[in-house]
Nanobody, 119 residues
Framework: QVQVVESGGGLVQPGGSLRLSCTVS????????MGWHRQAPGKKRELVAS???????NYVDSVKGRFTISRDNANNVLYLQMNSLKPEDTAVYYC?????????????WGQGTQVTVSS
């Protein structure tokens, strides 16, 4: 069984920073890709930032220059550094990992962590 667990959410004032972490654990051969998504109330879930299988990094336009995705491959941890936070960044943030358990790949989601940006 594979688990994805996020941490680091909370309440922050506009202009503040938060760092989210996501740990992937369990039995698997490798991680094919990882990323952060978010879902605000009444809105669809959107991809915020991700590592592609080719190790390229993608960001949604609204967070470029403010958010940075990084990872610790040795420990299967994904991070999202969020700076200059805005009220519109308020959402539940989900970590997603596609892991390889040969011969298949599995798409695993975390339970989400709430980020609230408010004064």
């Amino acid at each position: 069984q594979v688990q994805v667990v996020e941490s680091g959410g909370g309440l922050v004032q506009p202009g503040g920073s938060l760092r989210l972490s996501c740990t992937v654990s369990g039995s698997f051969s490798s991680i094919y890709s990882m990323g952060w998504h978010r879902q605000a109330p009444g809105k669809k879930r959107e991809l915020v930032a991700s590592f592609t299988p080719g190790d390229q990094i993608n960001y949604v336009d609204s967070v470029k220059g403010r958010f940075t995705i990084s990872r610790d491959n040795a420990n299967n941890v994904l991070y999202l550094q969020m700076n200059s936070l805005k009220p519109e960044d308020t959402a539940v943030y989900y970590c997603n990992a596609i892991v390889v358990r040969l011969p298949l790949r599995y798409n695993i989601w975390g339970q989400g962590t709430q980020v609230t940006v408010s004064s």
